[in-house]
């Protein structure tokens, strides 16, 4: 029976490991996909990353096909769908894997122990197997063949933007590693960097990072603001304007497009350039909201950052799996029927409109992208995997909901990161109960009477001060400049 790998390791090496992050300069992706050309590459699964990843891989080169479990074929499941009707060659594992030279394994993360057992005695000496998340690595401790290179290429984004942005002629910020236990030829990471840029990585911005660093980043991130949050705030300002006489549809609409609109600025120009979408006099305001809501959640969000770094979310998780994902299940068919997923939107807004009227919502991708940053960064992640992590994905998610509101962001996140979402967003919804209370139209689905625009000269200086000087702002300026590609959805 295996056991959870990181906390087998020695503290010094657990801290070695969360810290493990080097931005890596545009140069050392001056050899493209070389080391990757000519390779034959099968995918395993042809779901959300698997579709996407291998379409893009495709595109910039590469020798790309599938493999997929012999029911998947025979049933012509979605999936076998999926790969043939792109034109890949799909095939069983007894026909892929034995001339395979980089076997990526894009299945869901509770198959991992499956797709090792099933997988792994098929492929031949010397090959690569590569994951886009560790947790099978680092919360399972799964071993690997010894002769195998065991690499990670994580896009720190949903499979479809990992295509929209490909397509765009951009990419997403990405987390390359190789596990140290299995690189036996001293090429993993290079071949993490053809992979990579295969992928159009390359163009948002690459950290040579660990699978431990990615697993702790990848989690937190997920539950807590990119998905967590955005399910509970959408959830509570639907009915907030509800309940406030606000046309249900209009509400829909507003906040089905409003995550996107809003966090496109935040993608362009950080929290600072979000903020400076409001008047003066509702920058404040959202100020003031974001610090009241960074005030209750952040417990919240701490407690989160703890039991994902202990192991506590992962076993509680896989506590789910073992019982045939009950909580999971229940909590996708809740999402399913509420009022604000069954409700359809109408109505015309416009760009500002978003901002002018979605004080709160402003208010709350601030809070949750500080929160989730900082503890990150508290817990020994640093700044950059912190960065990507929170709020250059936060648009990414948002893309999703604006497509089909929570069903779709819950169908195209892992199944991992939809688990957590829920347990996050359960735990929001009541202890903003009271905050909740006190909000009214004037900050979701109105706006503030704009007669009077004026604002205390020294009150605004000193927000503005708090908003620039964040951490997360700092080291976001930095990263934004080497993503000179970024194109506007
Ligand atoms: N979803 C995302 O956007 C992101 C995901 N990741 C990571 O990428 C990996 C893939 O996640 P995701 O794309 O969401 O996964 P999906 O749920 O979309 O994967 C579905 C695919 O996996 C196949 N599959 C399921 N179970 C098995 C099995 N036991 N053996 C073989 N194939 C199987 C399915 O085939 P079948 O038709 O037979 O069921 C299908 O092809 C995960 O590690 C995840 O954490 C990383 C970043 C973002
Ligand atoms: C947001 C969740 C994610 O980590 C992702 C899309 O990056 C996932 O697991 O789906
Ligand atoms: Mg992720
Ligand atoms: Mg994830």
Redesign the pocket.
Known sequence: MSQNYFNTLPLRRQLDELGTCRFMDASEFADGVEAAKGKKIVI?????????QGLNMRDSGLDVS?T??G??IEEK????L??SENGFAVGTYEEMLPTADIVM????????T??VA??IPHMKEGAVFS???G??IVEEGVEIRKDLTVIMV?????????REEYKRGFGVPTLIACHGENDPNGDGLEIAKALCVAQGGHRAGVLESSFVAEVKS?LMGEQTILCGLLQAGALLCYDKMKSEGIDPAYAVKFIQYGWETITEALKHGGITNMMDRLSNPAKIKAFELSEDLKDIMRPLFEKHMDDIIDGTFSSTMMEDWANDDKNLLTWREQTGQTEFEKTEGAGDISEQEYFDKGILMVAMVRAGVELAFECMVEAGIEPESAYYESLHETPLIANTIARKKLYEMNS??????EYGCYLFAHAAVPLLEDFMKDIDTSVIGKGLDMDDNAVDNRLLVAVNEEIRTHWVEVVGEELRSAMDGMKAI
Do not use: M, W
């Open positions: 395993v699964g042809c779901g959300a990353q698997g579709l996407n599938y997929l479990r029911a998947a499941r979605q999936s076998f999926n790969a394994n894009l299945t869901p993360d509770k198959q991992h499956a797709v099933s997988v994951y886009a998340h947790f099978n994580a896009p720190k984004s949903p499979g479809s933007e990992v990848d195209i996140i892992s199944d991992t990161a």
